[in-house]
């Protein structure tokens, strides 16, 4: 199973919200990502995730997206992202579960479990589901339960190798997702910081995720000739 996080995306230009020069600097958290944004000024929101969405329609999967995506030639490959954007379903891994939602999506106001594909960049005020209300980003916003936490913590419960990739692993609940690994299964932490507290026993790729990934899948591919 992979672990991806907003490093990973950042290597396609993709801009995180603890970078000083992203789009969150200009427009804080609390103003377009919280339930109470969207009741307060839900065009402002939907202005602001359609400058993410084009974001995401511009970059492109880099050399980790695209390492995860082979690795599926030689082994049974899980992604449990907690990124928004389709780069690792662009890349080819067909099966991605992501944490915190997807910017290509949208969903009803009033009936979560019905999702749809954004038609381009843009999400407009007057697009509404079936039942008649507006229709809001397919995001997991601050303050609102993660719905996907126990199908992702069941994938790293029967993993049997974890790869953490481009998360500084401080984001809860997801951080947490870590417990659940079996105490003998291999982690790998692809990431160029030092180790985190309490992750000792991880083979650290002190890496960039667009070099560490393809340095891993080597090695892991060569480990399938000692079987």
């Not at 603890?18 to 958290?29: C, F, H, Q, T, V």
């Not at 891994?93 to 009936?111: I, K, N, P, W």
């Not at 026993?201 to 079987?227: N, V």
């Amino acid at each position: 199973m992979v672990f991806s996080g907003a490093g990973e995306s950042a290597e396609s230009g993709l801009r995180t919200f603890r970078d000083a020069d992203g789009l969150w600097e200009r427009y804080p958290i609390e103003e377009v990502a919280t339930p109470e944004a969207w009741e307060r000024d839900p065009r402002k929101v939907l202005h602001f995730y359609d400058l993410r969405r084009a974001q995401v329609l511009a970059a492109k999967p880099n050399a980790a997206h695209r390492t995860i995506a082979e690795l599926e030639k030689w082994f049974d490959v899980d992604v449990v992202t907690q990124n928004i954007d389709d780069l690792h379903e662009r890349a080819g891994s067909t099966r991605v579960l992501h944490l915190h939602g997807e910017v290509t999506m949208a969903r009803s106001t009033v009936d979560p479990t019905f999702i749809t594909p954004v038609n381009g960049p843009s999400l407009r005020w007057g697009e509404l589901c079936p039942l008649g209300s507006q229709l809001r980003p397919h995001i997991v916003w601050f303050g609102e339960p993660v719905p996907m936490i126990e199908a992702a913590a069941e994938l790293v419960a029967q993993a049997e190798v974890l790869i953490v990739v481009g998360t500084s692993l401080q984001v809860y609940p997801a951080a947490g997702l870590l417990h659940y690994l079996n105490p003998t299964a291999p982690l790998h932490l692809v990431d160029p910081m030092e180790l985190p507290p309490g992750l000792g026993r991880a083979t650290h790729w002190k890496q960039k995720a667009s070099a560490g990934m393809p340095a891993l899948a080597s090695h892991l591919i060569g480990t399938l000739s000692d079987r």
